[in-house]
């Protein structure tokens, strides 16, 4: 594990050249995990604090599955005073495993719409 | 875990429309899974006998490894005889989750070839 970008108060994670393909997949294969990807994609590349993620588990949790996605190489994480914000390394993703994270992007979307009720 | 297809012989397997995203991610989140995916992709649709694999794992390893992938819907087992016979469920996850298989597959090779010393 370590900081390929010299910046203050980015955690560290691992260099864009040197992500694995099975933790990468790892990382994804959780809902919650999931969620957080999918939140990230959507704010298109806007930073999101943790805080700002509504999901049902508890604080300790939700860190540990930031640590999983970040060690992983999929999000950024910086400090920022007392706060962690977050972006999805979506360039780093494409240029390693091209194709995957829109893959599991659209298949977690179709999956939500399937598992939920239809609307009346 | 349901049979969807009246065959003789055919293990237990999810039907195509209850794949989960997670359970199959987190089957191929796996070096040893990769390359059994790999191989059978490999094969062209043609089924594979388990004992054809010459991977670095026990044959205990190895029947835990199809039954993760069998169970998440990756891969269809057959018996036949005392042998099972395996074939990946490449329809099935491109139906279900489009562009996802071939994604991992071609970042599977990409790392493979990083990760071997270059010849010389």
Redesign the interface.
């Known amino acids: 594990m370590t900081i390929d970008h010299d910046c203050p108060g980015l955690l560290p994670e691992p260099p864009a050249a040197e992500l694995?393909?099975?933790?990468v997949?790892?990382a994804?294969?959780?809902?919650t995990r999931?969620r957080i990807v999918a939140e990230l994609a959507g704010a298109g590349g806007d930073e999101l604090n943790c805080l700002a993620f509504e999901l049902p588990v508890t604080k300790s949790t939700l860190t540990h599955h930031f640590r999983v996605l970040r060690e992983a190489g999929v999000i950024r994480q910086h400090r920022r005073g007392t706060s962690k914000m977050n972006t999805l390394r979506v360039e780093d993703l494409a240029a390693?495993?091209?194709?995957?994270l829109?893959?599991?992007l659209?298949?977690?979307v179709?999956?939500t719409r399937a598992d939920r009720p239809a609307a009346r």
């Open positions: 694995r393909l099975e933790a997949l790892h994804l294969a959780d809902p999931l390693r495993f091209p194709g995957l829109d893959a599991v659209a298949a977690a179709r999956c």
